[in-house]
């Protein structure tokens, strides 16, 4: 076969291909129910609610990298509220059918909703600029977020038929909403057995029973029977399992004031205990500074330091003989536990008919007049798209492949290069962040004497950012260092003890005014010079 042949026949399979997608797509969009794809202005179509407290702008705008538009909530911190109503209601008792819509969470979400509301039909007069909060539906479905609450919502009204009443029931135990910033599509598939499947993005995340009393809370049929609530516990009634033995005597032996612990006297002093030396002694390298008042800071005194001569030795100071065990130790005699003669169980009121309990073999679903969505938020930026309505999963499926995950495959592998991109660049300004932190601490006033040491091995990791860890550290072990000097050993600040009888403010001031002179010059003349070494931005 020729190649001019081959190319022919290349072609003519990609235009097949793309005449079956085109045919998929166009019958899908004859199939369904409802559909929105915001590919035009929305308010010619969607009614924004009128009410003062629904101020939030909503907008006609394109997703970001995209040239596919949405229904944009364009403000922060606001309430929003938009209804849709259908040219014709929607039942959802007989067959299957197919909620999805897409959300794209352009800014992330902390706290707010991303769900829609599927309204039943309401009361006669009702005007879709009167949307709000209050406006009863059948079934919430989509994201939601805020705190510990992290969830794709799907709750269903149900009207009891014993009572009358509308009763909200949650799915127990729903998915987690998606953390990223891309486009997600969420389905709902209400099934004509009592199934419904939650699908996140084509994978199914939920499968679980209307009539199931383990999946919705509170259960779709009541129980049977309910605890009396007019039955009261008897007075007689014990509850106790277990009792002390009446007939149990305390052991003539048994001594409750005997000690925990006694003194050991089989311990012998250890050889070599330097009874006569204390544990501190006055550091004979201490001097009185040289701005030590005796009139008004009183007589100085030497720091204290460990004694050397008991670093060699067991110990210094009067021994004393430790403690140990008290073998006789038994503590608070307690009569041990028997069983109760007496018991009767845990007490719990009689069970009677639940007068609200009905059997259901299908769920009674108000159809679906309006789809609206009424969310609080903190952020911006959140994108609606692509509402579907459908009574074929394989619909949905179709509105997938072609509306939302081109867009979703695109999102993906720029995410993944900024990701790779943020791997460098984020790891230089976490060096960075580091870097300037550690020198916040070395201009910690207890830091003084160490000073130019945290900047040496700062100075050292910037020429070495790889070791950017080991830095850190290094620091934190000087750090550490200083504070174990500080309290368990080392040289401790001078005690100012007040003098008994001070000498005059002049003897005091002329004595050793020429040695304090002496003295500053040879402290200047022997320390070092100090620097502190250019920050560099990493």
Known sequence: MGEPKRIYLRIFALLLFISASSFQLLRAFDDAIFYESFDEDFEDRWIVSQKDEYNGVWKHAKSEGHDDYGLLVSEKVR?????????????????????????????????????????????????????????????????????????????????????????????????????????????????????????????????????SADDFEPPLIPPKTIPDSDDKKPEDWDEREKIPDPSAVKPDDWDEDAPLEIVDEEAEKPEGWLDNEPEEIDDPEATKPEDWDDEEDGEWEAPKIENPKCEAAPGCGEWKRPMKRNPAYKGKWHAPLIENPAYKGIWKPRDIPNPDYFELKKPDFEPIAAIGIEIWTMQDGILFDNILISKDDKIAESYRETRWKPKFTVEKEKQKEEDSEAGSSGLAGFQKKVFDLLYKIADIPFLSAYKLKIYDVIEKGQEQPNLTVGIVVAVVVVILSIFLRLIFGGKKKPTRVEKTNPEPAETASSQGSGENEENKEKEESSAPARRKPTRRDN
């Not at 039942?91 to 197919?98: I, M, Q, S």
């Not at 009358?164 to 987690?176: A, D, F, R, T």
Request: charged share 30%; proline share 5%; hydrophobic share 30%.
């Open 79 to 211: 309430k929003y509220a938009i209804v849709k109503e259908l040219d014709e209601a929607v039942g959802l008792k007989d067959e299957t059918v197919v909620l999805q819509f897409e959300t794209r969470l352009q800014n992330g979400l902390e706290c707010g909703g991303a769900y829609l509301k599927y309204l039943r039909p309401q009361e006669a007069g009702w005007k879709s600029k009167e949307f709000d909060n209050e406006s009863p539906y059948s079934i919430m479905f989509g994201p939601d977020k805020c705190g510990a609450t992290n969830k794709v919502h799907f709750i269903f009204k149900h009207k009891n038929p014993k009572s009358g009443e509308y009763v909200e029931h949650h799915l127990k135990n729903p998915p987690s909403v998606p953390s990223d910033k891309l486009s997600h599509v969420y389905t709902a598939i209400l099934k004509s057995d009592n199934e419904l499947q939650i699908l996140i993005d084509g994978e199914q995340k939920k499968k679980v029973n209307f009539l």
